[in-house]
Nanobody
Framework: QVQLVESGGGLVQAGGSLRLSCAAS????????MGWFRQAPGKERDFVAA???????YYADPVKGRFTISRDNAKNTVYLQMNSLKPEDTAVYYC?????????????????????WGQGTQVTVSS
């Protein structure tokens, strides 16, 4: 069982930055693929970024060049650094985890493929 707790959301002006954190419990963190998703009101939950056990990173097109996902295995934590924020980035951001037997597996991009979810953290970007 993995528990995920997000933090770092808030209100920021367009062009600003935020860093989200997701702290994970359990002993499998090194083998967890970790993902960030977001959901705006009335919309589906969309893929934002993911990182494999090896540290390979993947991004959705709307955030490439602006967001950076990283992980610290010593702290069982994954981060999402968000720069040059836009009003359309406004959403609830969720951290997700999927445990594999190997660190070399490419993380999934569909929310339905993840096993564990955090409670979400609100990010609001004002224009």
């Amino acid at each position: 069982q993995v528990q995920l707790v997000e933090s770092g959301g808030g209100l920021v002006q367009a062009g600003g930055s935020l860093r989200l954190s997701c702290a994970a419990s359990g002993r499998t963190f090194r083998r967890n693929a970790m993902g960030w998703f977001r959901q705006a009101p009335g919309k589906e939950r969309d893929f934002v970024a993911a990182i494999s056990g090896t540290g390979a990173t993947y991004y959705a097109d709307p955030v490439k060049g602006r967001f950076t996902i990283s992980r610290d295995n010593a702290k069982n934590t994954v981060y999402l650094q968000m720069n040059s924020l836009k009003p359309e980035d406004t959403a609830v951001y969720y951290c997700a985890a999927k445990t594999y037997s190997s660190i070399y597996i490419t993380p999934p991009f569909q929310p339905t493929e993840y096993d564990y979810w955090g409670q979400g953290t609100q990010v609001t970007v004002s224009s």
